[in-house]
């Protein structure tokens, strides 16, 4: 067995979107990855199917594995012949002791590349609306470790030369030396009131900044008993802030928003999320796919021979459409057969994906929902007329009972299914996470991923969903995903006036002027 090859891979500040092409790519080929908790662990999604993962995490009063055993780690992984991935917070080489991980492994003749990441040491300071440097207040940065107890730091730090070298000082890991780095640049020439930000938890929805001075900071540290992890930031560019503080006023700045649907689907509320400044956190509790069912798949193929026989086609929603153009191309047919058949959709993104294949729906109903589509045609409907149903196994028998009582032939063909997804791991992460209180939004995108989402919580030992859930904002898609949920003991928070996900999104944007539990 050859030897493998170890990534050290900076993992940018904390936003998972921060990371480098490089370093995701990385990510995506190994087959193990070694991260600790300073890196986002959304990351971790991008992990090829079956790769491992090690968590290594330090926090400041103890650590998971001491760095002499992560370095062996790497070079016993590479050993067995695998790819390796070390996932380490911000830029490895900026106090990520990197250099021993890459010294070891060079020792063993193992190859290893450093792929460079976004620095805290700028990032953290940018999401605080901070720049590093200024035309009119500082030409020029320093980065200095604030880790090492008071009497390492004046061996490393030379404060007669360090204060004034340069515009703007920045101070890592150094909440819990802040009364003596603050006296040390006071008498070494910064005056008491220079301008001192703190930056905790910097380009995640944990993001606080508390601002003083020289002469103030250590107070403040202890009175509002502010935490590590943060970046310090010293200089007249602090005084920036306030002009320049652009995530804070973003609509989700500070939320955490779990999305249950589909992991396929989920792309463009995600990204909508994002827009907004809320960080998501993808918890898919269903999967669709096309029917597997023989049965089912029995009556597809009866009707994929009878296309030129239906006088409507009546689309619900975009996995009706993209199921239906698949059984399509499975049974070799030919949507010209379809001759006769006037087409309706069901709101705007369905109507988009009937377009993307060259069809143009008839008309639009109001109401994204059943109940609209009988009301923009039921004018035009005639007993006796034949109407076809794309749609899932879970739909509801509310539109075909009603077609069948005014007189017409209405097949509901089930052209996908909708399958719950259970993982383990990722369920007792998401009680973890909501224990610790770090998830702030839910949000449900039907009445399936309700019931899904309280089976993975009672699959957990949860017995009382909604004790767990107090404090955080319910938002549902329509009132009969709502209606579930309230049935589920759930207290909704905001309900989409329509069933798509602008609407949603939209409906997210009030919880901005809510405090967040």
């Not at 007669?160 to 070298?165: H, I, L």
């Not at 759930?490 to 609407?503: D, R």
Request: hydrophobic share 40%; proline share 5%; with cysteine.
């Amino acid at each position: 067995m050859g030897k493998g090859i170890v990534y050290l891979v900076g993992a940018g500040p904390g936003d998972a979107k921060l990371i480098t092409l490089k370093g995701l790519e990385c990510i995506q080929r190994s087959d193990v990855i070694v991260y600790d908790r300073l890196a986002s662990p959304r990351l971790l999604k991008y992990m090829k199917a079956g790769a491992e993962k090690v968590y290594v995490g330090k926090l400041p009063d103890r650590h998971t594995m001491k760095q002499e055993d992560i370095n062996q780690l790497l070079v016993d992984l590479a050993l067995e012949g695998k790819v390796v991935t070390r996932l380490k917070g911000g830029d490895p080489t900026v106090f990520g002791r990197v250099g021993e991980e890459a010294e070891l492994l060079r020792t063993y003749d193992i190859e290893y590349e450093i792929v460079p990441g976004i620095t805290s040491a700028i990032a953290v300071p940018a999401y605080a609306g901070i720049p590093v440097t200024h035309r009119d207040l500082a030409s020029s940065f320093s980065v200095i470790t604030g880790h090492e107890s008071p009497d390492k730091l004046d061996k490393s730090i030379y404060w007669d030369k360090v204060t004034n070298a340069t515009g703007t000082l920045v101070f890592l890991m150094g909440v819990a030396k802040i009364d003596y780095i603050s006296e040390q640049l006071i008498n070494h020439g910064r005056p008491p009131e220079t301008p001192v930000a703190l930056v905790r938890w910097g380009t995640r929805p944990e993001q606080e900044t508390l601002v003083g001075t020289l002469a103030t900071i250590a107070e403040q540290v202890r009175t509002t008993n502010f935490q590590s992890p943060a970046v310090i930031i010293v200089g007249d560019v602090v005084l920036q802030r306030e002009k320049l503080k652009w995530v804070e006023r973003l609509p989700l700045f500070g939320r955490r928003v779990l999305v249950t649907r589909a992991r396929s689907q989920a792309s463009d509320l995600v990204q909508q999320i994002e827009d907004l400044g809320g960080e998501p956190l993808e918890f898919p509790v269903i999967e669709t796919r096309r029917t597997t069912k023989p049965d089912q798949l029995a009556v597809v193929r009866e009707v994929m021979h009878q296309l030129e026989s239906y006088d409507w086609a009546i689309f619900t929603s975009v996995n009706g459409v993209e199921c239906f153009f698949e059984h399509l191309r499975e049974n070799r047919m030919d949507i010209r057969r379809m001759t006769r058949a006037r087409v309706v959709a069901v709101g705007p993104k369905t109507a988009e994906a009937l377009e993307q294949h060259g069809i143009m729906p008839e008309s639009l109903p109001e109401q994204y929902r059943a109940e609209g589509i009988l009301d923009a045609i039921q004018s035009e409907l005639k007993a006796g007329q034949r109407v076809l149903l794309p749609r899932g196994d879970l739909a509801r028998a509310w539109l075909p009972d009603q077609l069948q009582q005014l007189g017409l032939d209405a097949t509901d063909l089930k052209v996908y299914e909708t399958v719950q997804v259970h993982d383990d791991e990722e369920e007792q992460q998401l009680i973890e996470r909501l224990e610790a209180h770090e998830i702030h939004v839910i949000t449900f995108t039907s009445s399936s991923t309700v019931t899904n989402f309280i089976e993975a919580l009672h699959r957990q030992g949860v017995k009382q969903p909604w004790t767990l859930l107090d404090g955080i904002d319910i938002a549902c898609i329509g009132p009969l995903t709502a209606e579930t949920a309230i049935k589920n003991g759930l207290t909704v928070s905001v309900v989409s006036q329509e069933a798509t996900i602008e609407s949603l999104v939209d409906s997210l944007r009030s919880l901005a002027a809510t405090p967040i539990h």
